[in-house]
């Protein structure tokens, strides 16, 4: 099998050579599955040039909603016919497994066919109860040229919750991609590009992030960023866009509490534990990594969760019966088995997993389980972004709220009951943006995911997750006479 070789795709094309490559390295394999272009600042102007074009000078943002609905939903069927290519890339670059890869890219399409709709339902808001002669128009427009920096845990599906929301508002955008996993980005842009989309809307810069994705937030071209990341790199973005007092949206880290009472359905809590901390290899923002258990049920719970455990599948992402594939590179699998140390060296109890799975020569890590976590301990704290659960047991509905909130995090949290009041009590106690209950990392286009504390600010996807790519003017105009103001 040959590596994909990819450049820059900037105002309707890819360019036709790159000076130096990034090389990325199955994380499963240690294979080359493909090489991008290493950008430089150069690169970055370019493609801003190009969007800033597309958006002061070119048909995109006056298009009508219908015909960007049209061009959107013809982009959707592009990712359909191009499914297989487009989850083998997941798989190759991400080490995720393929059945998680086949979610990914149904969730692309839906995630575009809804923000086409969206694109047919751009309003503003007019008054006409101001007064005689007074009228009001609060009219929506597109932001402008958006800057979009996207993670490598979901590379497709997360430039998707941003990417077809921004361009049914009208903007033209610049993605910089992880230099992980830039594969999905460079072909969507070509496919939106086939489907439609005018030179210029749909740029991609590949490369590293303290190069391009730096000089991308520190762009005067730009009018908003909307980064998806680590908390840490988040704070350097909103310090750079700061500079020219651009407007940020955030989506960080999270460290999500997955809250089982005594009365919940306990076959379907235990299969949610697991989906909340194996999913996607662990390497999930709204993993359910703190898992809290209702002490009159505890020991016969955590029980079968660690039995279930030991049973997952650890290996190739390509198996079709494979529950947890590759860390994403060799120094996060160092650092995920770092943080099992401490785990360890700091008295919590190991039930399960622990150390390296052998399989080939990629980075995996089994599915690692363990008890008697106190608030204290560094695994209950820190983001460990791989499978890594950990538990501990509470009394009452207080105890289990202060120690869900003690996290500087507040992306997603979980609860299992079946009694309505306390699902609802506690839910509006939870600090977080996305609560679920007696389901776990679920979602839909129409749903906002938001976080709040150190996981940020803004929203992405639902009609909150549009309007961030929009703004608003405000038009009062007076007909008929007016009464003078300075009559002399
Ligand atoms: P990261 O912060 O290291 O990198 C994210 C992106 O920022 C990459 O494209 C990177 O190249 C770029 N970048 C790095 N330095 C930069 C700089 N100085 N200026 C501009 N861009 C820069 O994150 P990661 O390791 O790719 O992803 C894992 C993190 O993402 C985790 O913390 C996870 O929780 C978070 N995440 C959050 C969500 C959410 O919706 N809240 C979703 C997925 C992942």
């Given at each position: ?51 800033r074009?597309?958006f002061d000078k070119g048909p995109w943002p006056s298009m009508s909603g219908m015909e960007r609905a ?48 969206l694109a047919l339902q751009m309003a503003g808001t007019t008054y006409t109860n101001l007064g005689a002669g007074k009228t009001a128009m609060i009219m929506r427009e597109p932001v402008g040229v ?22 049914a508002a009208g903007c033209t ?50 009018d908003f ?19 020219n007092v651009v407007k ?215 009609q909150a997750?549009f309007e961030e790519f929009t703004q608003l003017k405000t038009l009062f105009i007076h007909t008929g006479p007016r009464q003078p103001v300075f009559a002399r």
């Open positions: 099998m040959s590596a994909r070789q990819y450049t820059h795709f900037i105002d309707g094309r890819f360019d036709a050579s790159a000076d130096a490559h990034v090389e990325r390295k199955a994380p499963a394999t240690g294979e080359i599955v493909a090489r991008f272009a290493s950008g430089q600042i150069g690169d970055m102007d370019r493609a801003v040039a190009a969007a074009a597309a049209e061009i959107l939903n013809k982009y959707a069927d592009l990712v359909r016919a191009n499914f297989d290519r487009l989850v083998r890339i997941e798989v190759e670059e991400v080490g995720k497994p393929i059945r998680f890869a086949r979610g990914d890219i149904s969730g692309v399409v839906g995630l575009i066919r809804y923000a086409a709709s958006v800057g979009l920096i996207t993670p490598w845990n979901f590379p497709a599906l997360i430039l998707s919750q941003k990417v077809p929301f921004a361009l955008v610049v993605v910089k991609p992880s230099e992980f996993t830039s594969g999905s980005a460079l072909e969507l842009a070509a496919l939106a590009t086939e489907a439609g989309v005018p030179a210029g809307v749909f740029n991609v810069v590949t490369g590293k992030g303290s190069v391009v994705g730096q000089h991308l937030t520190e762009h005067p071209g730009i960023i909307s980064f998806t990341g680590s908390t840490q790199v988040g704070q350097t973005v909103i310090e750079a866009s700061a500079r940020t949206s955030m989506e960080l880290g999270g460290k999500a509490a997955n809250i089982v009472f005594a009365d919940a359905d306990l076959d379907a809590a235990v299969d949610g534990a697991l989906m909340g901390v194996f999913f996607n290899n662990g390497e999930c923002c709204v993993s359910g990594s703190r898992l809290f258990v209702e002490t009159s049920i505890a020991d016969e719970f955590i029980k079968r969760v660690a039995q279930r455990s030991a049973q997952l599948k650890v290996g190739n992402p390509f198996d079709e019966d494979t529950d947890i594939g590759a860390m994403i590179d060799e120094k996060h699998f160092n650092k995920v088995l770092e943080f099992v140390r401490s785990g360890v060296d700091e008295g919590a109890t190991l039930l399960t997993g622990g150390a390296a799975a052998k399989s080939g020569s990629g980075h995996f890590v089994e599915a690692t389980i363990f008890d008697h976590v106190a608030p204290s301990m560094t695994i209950f704290k820190e983001e460990i972004f791989g499978p890594v659960l950990s538990v501990t047991r509470f009394d009452t509905v207080d105890e289990v709220i202060e120690l869900a909130n003690s996290s500087i995090y507040g992306l997603s949290n979980y609860v299992w009951s079946k009694n309505i009041d306390t699902v609802l009590t506690v839910t509006k106690r939870l600090k977080s943006g996305w609560v679920q209950a007696n389901t776990i990392i679920d979602g839909a286009p129409q749903l906002p995911l938001s976080g709040v504390k150190g996981s940020g600010f803004g929203y992405e996807m639902g997750g």
